[in-house]
């Protein structure tokens, strides 16, 4: 079965760093481009950035470029998604999904909760 | 930087009835529309890519129509697993941005 697990849900403080992950399983994990999306509490989804796991290539939309980094180990079929410094409007579900020419997001993952609070 | 406007924002409709959804490029996209669906609590799901063409085990009664930079997605005999949110998205060019969705809801 073809699917992208993700990391469980954090919380954390303002100013604190964070990594979470996307974990592909099902098919070969270089094969498509791995895409990051955010969705802030009752809003819509917004386009974070995306990366080739063969080269690692990324991009990350103006908006975020700043303040998240976007990452893979291809080794271990792994996306990561990853903040320096979080704020209190990060607060969001972020969703991994497995994008592929000419069809969209086809799998995404079942997203991780990220609550920035003091 | 394309911008997608989806229109209306709610659309109250009743089981068994049908809704047309509207996705509005703000320049021409190559039919690279897809929609989704999501539901409370869950990940969006592919329903429609290519602008027309339904994923896998998507139902016949939701159809996709559009070019250039007009879509539409129409949901015949609306069953009571429809009512949700459904966004558009472009991956004709980076980014590859979402519309701000319209929700379906019971009437």
């Known amino acids: 079965e073809v699917q992208l697990v993700q990391s469980g849900a954090a919380v954390k403080k303002p100013g604190e760093s964070l990594k979470i992950s996307c974990k592909g399983s099902g098919y070969s994990f270089t094969s498509h481009w791995i895409a990051w999306v955010r969705q802030m509490p009752g809003k819509g989804l917004e386009w974070v950035g995306i990366?080739?796991?063969?080269?690692?290539?990324?991009r990350v939309i103006p908006s975020f470029q700043s303040h998240v980094s976007i990452s893979v180990d291809k080794s271990i079929s792994t996306a990561f998604l990853q903040w320096r410094s979080l704020e209190a409007s990060d607060t969001a579900i972020y969703f991994c999904a497995r994008r592929e020419v000419h069809y969209g997001l086809v799998v995404w993952g079942q997203g991780t909760m990220v609550t920035v609070s003091s | 930087e394309i911008v997608l406007t989806q229109s209306p924002a709610t659309l109250s409709v009743s089981p068994g009835e049908r809704a047309t959804l509207s996705c509005r490029a703000s320049e021409g996209i190559n039919n690279n529309l897809a929609w989704y669906q999501q539901k409370p609590g869950q990940a969006p799901r592919l329903l429609v890519y290519?602008?027309?063409t339904r994923a896998t085990g998507i139902p016949a009664r939701f159809s996709g129509r559009g070019s250039g930079t007009e879509f539409t997605l129409t949901i015949s005999n609306l069953q009571s697993e429809d009512f949700a949110i459904y966004y558009c998205q472009q991956y004709n060019s980076w980014a590859e941005a979402f519309g701000q969705g319209t929700k379906v809801e019971i009437k």
């Open positions: 990366i080739d796991p063969v080269d690692s290539d990324s």
């Open positions: 290519g602008a027309s």
